[in-house]
């Protein structure tokens, strides 16, 4: 998973990116956070960043719910000898963020769920942001043509007023195994975490952007409802699903807030 702990300080920081992403994502705020936090950064095991040898690792059966991934999240925080840190999640790591939470509270201190969502369809009483046959229509471009598909994705996820960090997502999409993409999307956009919220007793600091087209705002205020712990609401103002790339400063602004806190 190319674990790596960067800088020095008392509180320990674990940044996980996204579907698509790796942790490069995090380059623009990492120099800053790293003068006063140690920080852990990896890369899930279906990231096209992933080591050719170790690819072969990511078994679809396996990874087909977020509970594999926040097993593998705890077996990380475990073997670099992390406790109670502050877990910053990218969209659907924020959910595997949530579960890990659940198994072992103690190795966290705060959730900050970046662009996170429980479920992507709509639902009765609920606005996921998609209707069912938009996620199908996903699922069938990735099988398709998913070289097409990653480029014309990143162009819709990503601020468009951004063309360098759309391009810095659409090249680490691409790098992903078709295959891998294709199996990862179905566990991400089918899911639906709403039933384990209540059960989240971790703090949490949930950030959206102003508008979002994979994640509504009222997303952000439904976990913010449902989850047990005390949480929060930033909003960032930009558009897109990634302020890490496109408004990292605004970011930085609200982990350091979240960081002073926790402290």
């Known amino acids: 998973m190319n674990a790596r702990i960067v800088g020095s300080g008392s509180q320990n920081l674990v940044l996980a990116h996204g579907f698509g992403g790796e942790q490069s994502v995090w380059d623009k705020i990492l120099p800053d956070l790293t003068k006063h936090f140690r920080v852990l950064v990896f890369d899930w095991i279906f990231s096209g960043a992933v080591k050719e040898e170790h ?6 059966e396996k990874y087909s719910s977020y509970d594999a991934f926040a097993d593998d999240l705890i077996c990380l925080i475990d073997e670099m000898n992390l406790k109670s840190a502050v877990f910053v999640g990218h969209s659907m790591s924020g959910m595997i ?7 072992r509270s103690e190795l966290f201190k705060r959730l900050v769920l970046v662009g996170a969502s429980p479920r992507y ?3 009765d009483e609920y606005e996921g942001g998609f209707k069912k046959s938009e996620i199908d ?23 468009a007023r951004d063309p360098p960090s759309v391009e810095t997502f659409r090249k680490s999409l691409a790098n992903m195994r078709p ?10 956009f089918y899911s639906d975490e709403r039933e384990i ?7 949490c600091t949930i950030v959206q952007t102003t508008s979002d087209i994979v ?17 929060t609401v930033e909003i960032i103002e930009t558009n897109g699903h990634f302020p890490l790339l496109t408004a990292h400063q605004q970011l930085l602004d609200v982990l350091k807030g979240v960081l002073a806190l926790s402290n």
């Open 197 to 203: 919220l209540d059960k989240v007793s971790i703090p």
């Open 137 to 159: 229509d996903i699922v069938s471009n990735i099988e398709f043509d998913f070289q097409n598909w990653a480029a014309g994705f990143a162009s819709l996820v990503v601020d």
């Open 97 to 103: 963020g949530c579960i890990a939470s659940i198994k």
């Open 55 to 60: 690819q072969d690792l990511f078994d679809p």
């Open 121 to 123: 369809i709509n639902a």
């Open 215 to 231: 994640v509504p705002n009222s997303v952000a205020y439904y976990l913010q409802e449902k989850i047990k712990g005390k949480s």
């Open 179 to 188: 295959e891998v993409a294709l199996s990862v999307a179905k566990t991400v």
